[in-house]
Antibody
């Protein structure tokens, strides 16, 4: 069973960079694409983007160029950086797997495994 | 981007009753729609994928239907643990998007 463990600071100052890490256990990071999703009070759940172990990424255009995602295959973890944060970036951030697998096949874009969530508050 | 509109915002029902949740897409998503259950302090849980297929381990009282722009999640005979928030999500087009959620509360 794949498990995701998130880590990172819960408080970030405005204009600084939010950094979160998600460690994958019970499976290889090479086995899927890996997503970041956040939940803000005003906008609900918002998909941030995903990364593949090859380095391929896709992100939500609404976040423009502020998002950087990376993967460390040697440590079986992936990371998110969000630059120039404002109060609007205050949210619970989740990492998640990106493909659901069962006996009938694989379904890209269905998030089966999730991290525990990290509340990140942007405040001075 | 595709906007998903869920209704109602809140559904007040009693245990044992049937819940019917709606999700409407601003343009067709085919059957590329999923439903998640989200309990406070927990990560979301995938219930339904491809509009009508239950994910592994999901009880049979949960069912999904629909295609194109109109979808429904039905929970037959609500159990106490079912009273929480439910989201729909589309993976038909970038960026993937979620609905704003429907809260199922105890009447």
């Amino acid at each position: 069973q794949v498990q995701l463990q998130q880590s990172g600071p819960g408080l970030v100052k405005p204009s600084e960079t939010l950094s979160l890490t998600c460690a994958v256990s019970g499976g290889s990071i090479n086995s899927d694409y890996w997503s970041w999703i956040r939940q803000t009070p005003g906008k609900g759940l918002e998909w941030i983007g995903y990364i593949h172990y090859t380095g391929t990424t896709k992100h939500n255009p609404s976040l423009k160029s502020r998002v950087t995602m990376s993967v460390d295959t040697s440590k079986n973890l992936f990371s998110l950086k969000l630059t120039s944060v404002t109060a609007a970036d205050t949210a619970v951030y989740y990492c998640a797997s990106t493909t659901y697998y069962d006996a009938s096949g694989s379904y890209f874009g269905c998030h089966q495994h999730w991290g525990q969530g990290t509340l990140v508050t942007v405040s001075s | 981007e595709i906007v998903l509109t869920q209704s109602p915002g809140t559904l007040s029902l009693s245990p044992g009753e049937r819940a019917t949740l709606s999700c409407r897409a601003s343009q067709s998503v085919g059957t590329y729609l999923a439903w998640y259950q989200h309990k406070p302090g927990q990560a979301p849980r995938l219930l339904i994928y491809n509009a009508s297929n239950r994910a592994t381990g999901i009880p049979a009282r949960f069912s999904g239907s629909g295609s194109g722009t109109d979808f429904t999640l039905t929970i037959n005979s609500l159990e106490p643990e079912d009273f929480t928030v439910y989201y729909c999500q589309q993976r038909s087009d970038w960026p993937w998007t979620f609905g704003q959620g429907t809260k199922v509360e105890i009447k």
